[in-house]
């Protein structure tokens, strides 16, 4: 069940360049999309998120786009720093059958931003 | 910062040992969730939990599985009988409500079930 795809396990950027982190999504019944960053031993930290009914959310450095059309999202970083080498989790809220919500994750992909 | 905190940050038990995972949820939030993330595999969902009742479960949360909210804070995770596939990293969420309500994370407790 692979309802929500990050189809690149890592990639590298060099520091001040922009960051481009992709997904995709099966599933037309999502209606809102979130990004996490995880480090190490840590929990995912929620970065920003995007209703089905936009296809742009901007903070700070961080833009996230969606296009309905094709199921995909992706995050913009930019500049890239070193501190944002993490792993980001692209996840999309399902409502449940119960009236709960649930999010479902990609893999994940590992960034390194290099000095 | 309100946080998501949960506790231990790592549990080592033998295979068929109960074990109780911890987390307080921020204090205002009503919705509690339990994910959990093998090693090299996805974060999967594991339950939901609203008003002192399961909203929604998995297929991974079997019988052995259990949650509950004993007191006004904390929301815990029972294991009834640990199996060496539970090792896992399992993270607690809760969010304020639903709708565009985020849910934010604990930091999780990593299970090693020897």
């Known amino acids: 069940d692979q309802q929500v795809k990050q189809n690149s396990p890592s990639l590298s950027v060099q520091e001040g360049r922009i960051s481009i982190l992709n997904c995709d999504y099966t599933n037309s019944m999502f209606d809102y999309f979130l990004w996490y960053k995880k480090y190490p031993a840590e929990g995912p930290t929620f970065l920003i998120s995007?209703?089905?009914?936009?296809d742009k959310n901007e903070d700070g450095r961080f833009t996230v786009f969606l296009n309905k059309s094709a199921k995909h999202l992706s995050l913009h970083i930019v500049p890239s720093q070193p501190g944002d080498s993490a792993v980001y989790f692209c996840a999309a809220r399902a409502i449940t059958q119960g009236g709960s919500e649930k999010l479902v994750f990609g893999k994940g992909t590992k960034l390194t931003v290099n000095p | 910062e309100p946080e998501v905190t949960q506790t231990p940050s790592h549990q080592v038990t033998q295979m068929g040992q109960e074990v109780i995972l911890r987390c307080v949820p921020i204090s205002n939030h009503l919705y509690f969730y339990w994910y959990r993330q093998i090693l090299g595999q996805k974060v999967e969902f594991l339950v939901s939990f609203y008003n002192n009742e399961i909203s929604e479960k998995s297929e991974i949360f079997d019988d052995q599985f259990s949650v509950e909210r004993p007191d006004g804070s904390n929301f815990t995770l029972k294991i009834r009988s640990t199996k060496l596939e539970d090792s896992a990293m399992y993270f607690c969420?809760?969010?304020?409500?639903?709708?565009?309500?985020?849910?934010?994370f604990g930091p999780g407790t990593r299970l090693t079930v020897l």
């Open positions: 969420a809760s969010s304020e409500g639903l709708e565009t309500d985020t849910q934010y």
């Open positions: 995007i209703s089905s009914i936009k």
